[in-house]
């Protein structure tokens, strides 16, 4: 099985959203020690996947974690589960730590327009579209998890990826597009 | 209602952190007006977390280290805004006091906001019904509306819409009649301009 079929499997980080979901109000330091003990690994494999040396990871890891005990009353699992919101604490971290910049939109911004109400045929619990999601990862076509996977753990941009995989530009391009239009399209509910 | 949207390979790439800094600029702008894109970045992060927590586990340190340090006062960022009149994810590009506009051809004026590699990222205001002398690109060009709306031949772009043009794409704005247009524009590599008027044009603005 390759590795973005085998990521669409639930796994214990469900238990991790019901942790860190109290730890904001709770300050528990176990619960804390529960999800490093889950995560801090992953998050420097993930970081060591992408190239960052191991003692830099490590580092940064550490760094991933104190930001999620500091920011914890932020987050919110109707909206993101304890795996995806780390995944963004990490990635904006190495950005940083890179020297680049990411920008990003501002919620609080008067410009911003906010999501309209949810409609009935679209589905807007996080932890059901989570599970939908994941289904449509494991069913992409081995092509587009390719391509998926070089994207998360390349940090190429997407002409290097299309000469690593000997395929014109276009087409590295249609296969990221088609995987997330296919994974997005889960969402609608069908009536 | 928003139109036009970036292509979903950029919203995937912006979502897993390797969109270079000028395209990010435009898609984070088009987040701050468009509900439907970011629920397609989220899409895509969902797919980074699990990644993440699926990933085979290295050997890490324990929590001894991070424990010590909880009780730190967590780095506030600051985060000024300013009174620009354009969305927040341009302040850090904008000057404090006015946008420094400069002119570069009839009916147009243009301020640079980033010029990083080969890629640039500025405004561009169009007069009523003025035209961008037609070019083609070298490297990707992305356009968002950010007042007015334009033409390009085949198509309209209005408010918080993007275009995402490549080496394939011939066009020739132009500006609408009575309201003109501004634009944030980043454009990769040299435009490659049609004629003689286009080529000087493309002088003037450095690109
Ligand atoms: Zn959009």
Redesign the interface.
């Known amino acids: 099985m390759n590795?973005?079929a085998?990521?669409?499997?639930p796994?214990p980080?469900q238990e991790?959203t019901t942790l860190l979901s109290g730890l904001g109000a709770s300050r528990d330091?176990d619960d804390?020690?529960r999800l490093?003990?889950f995560?801090?690994?992953?998050?420097?494999?993930?970081l060591?996947?992408q190239g960052t040396e191991?003692t830099v990871a490590?580092e940064l890891?550490?760094e991933a974690?104190?930001?999620v005990?500091?920011?914890a009353a932020l987050f919110d699992a109707s909206?993101?589960?304890?795996?995806?919101?780390?995944?963004?604490i990490?990635?904006?971290l190495?950005?940083d730590a890179l020297r680049?910049?990411?920008?990003?939109?501002?919620p609080t911004?008067p410009?911003?327009?906010?999501?309209?109400p949810p409609s009935p045929d679209y589905e807007s619990e996080y932890a059901e579209?989570?599970d939908r999601?994941?289904a449509a990862?494991s069913e992409l076509p081995g092509e587009q998890a390719t391509v998926?996977?070089l994207?998360?753990?390349?940090?190429?941009?997407?002409s290097e990826i299309a000469a690593q995989l000997a395929l014109p530009l276009g087409t590295?391009?249609s296969r990221?597009?088609l995987?997330?239009?296919r994974?997005?399209s889960v969402?609608e509910i069908a009536t | 209602m928003i139109q036009r949207h970036p292509h979903d390979d950029l919203l995937l790439s912006y979502a897993a952190g390797s969109l270079d800094e000028g395209s990010s600029l435009i898609v984070a702008t088009h987040l701050t007006f468009c509900a439907k894109c970011r629920m397609d970045v989220l899409v895509a992060e969902t797919v980074g977390g699990a990644l993440l927590d699926a990933i085979a586990p290295v050997e890490m340190g324990d929590a001894a280290d991070v424990m010590d340090r909880l009780d730190e006062p967590a780095a506030v960022p600051s985060r000024a805004t300013k009174e620009t009149g354009f969305p927040r994810t341009l302040d850090p590009y904008l000057p404090d006091t006015t946008v420094a506009w400069r002119w570069f051809g009839p009916g147009l004026h243009y301020a640079e906001l980033l010029k990083k590699g080969g890629t640039k990222v500025g405004l561009l205001r169009c007069a009523p019904g003025a035209e961008v002398p037609l070019h083609s690109h070298r490297g990707e060009e992305l356009t968002l509306v950010l007042a007015g709306n334009y033409h390009d031949g085949e198509s309209n772009f209005s408010y918080g819409d993007v275009q995402c043009a490549d080496d394939t794409l011939q066009h020739r704005p132009v500006a609408h009649a009575d309201i003109g247009c501004t634009v944030l524009i980043m454009n990769k590599g040299n435009l490659r301009p049609k004629s003689v008027v286009a080529r000087l044009f493309v002088r003037i603005l450095g690109m």
Request: hydrophobic share 55%.
């Open positions: 590795d973005v085998a990521a669409a499997v796994t980080a991790m330091r804390f020690g490093f003990a995560y801090a690994p992953r998050v420097k494999a993930y060591m996947r191991a490590e890891a550490q974690m104190l930001m005990w500091q920011k909206k993101a589960s304890a795996s995806t919101w780390i995944f963004t990490v990635r904006n190495r950005i680049r910049h990411r920008p990003a939109f501002d911004d410009m911003f327009i906010p999501d309209a579209m989570q999601i994941r990862m998926i996977r994207a998360f753990f390349e940090d190429k941009p997407h590295v391009k990221l597009r995987a997330l239009r994974m997005a969402l």
